[in-house]
């Protein structure tokens, strides 16, 4: 009868030993998805901001114009780096260079560096993945003549 005793005791413990440890890795996996979640709302809320700007009848290149800008860096290579690329070609604001951590997403047009590299000098560094705007600005090696602005600040 104790052998049962200690054997249901030890596999209720191992029981609760799975549990909690399936319950961490669920914790992380939710996490990771929470943090993909809100990326992904902040990328559809710039979307409809630029959406709107161009509704309203203004055009990317007024920001420009505006604040004595004609050549430009983009930090992100993604989708919104690439439509903000191909816009600010068409308003004839010349690209400096192209910024991403993934080393693998470069540019065959432009010169590519990652955020680790110190950059070279630019008029401003417009940052596409406005989510982490404050985090990549502060770790990005620039000059203090370089302007540093979220995509957000555009529209």
């Not at 052998?3 to 909690?20: D, F, S, T």
């Not at 509704?55 to 420009?64: A, L, M, N, T, V």
Request: proline residues 3%; charged residues 30%; hydrophobic residues 40%.
């Amino acid at each position: 009868m104790r052998r049962y005793k200690e054997w249901a005791i030890c596999g209720m413990l191992g029981a609760m030993l799975g549990l909690y440890g399936m319950a961490r890795l669920c914790e992380k996996e939710l996490l990771k998805k929470e943090e993909r979640a809100a990326r992904n709302g902040q990328s559809v809320r710039t979307a409809c901001k630029w959406i709107k700007m161009i509704q309203s009848g203004r055009k990317i290149k007024d920001y420009f114009d505006m604040h004595g800008i004609d050549s430009v860096a983009v930090y992100g290579m993604g989708e919104t780096g690439k439509c903000l690329i191909q816009e600010l070609q068409k308003a004839g604001i010349g690209i400096a260079y192209v910024i991403d951590r993934n080393p693998h997403r470069t540019s065959d047009e432009y010169a590519s560096y990652t955020p680790e590299e110190i950059l070279p000098e630019a008029q401003a560094i417009i940052v596409t993945p406005s989510y982490d705007f404050i985090e990549i600005s502060r770790n990005l090696k620039v000059g203090k003549e370089t302007a540093v602005i979220c995509i957000d600040d555009i529209f």
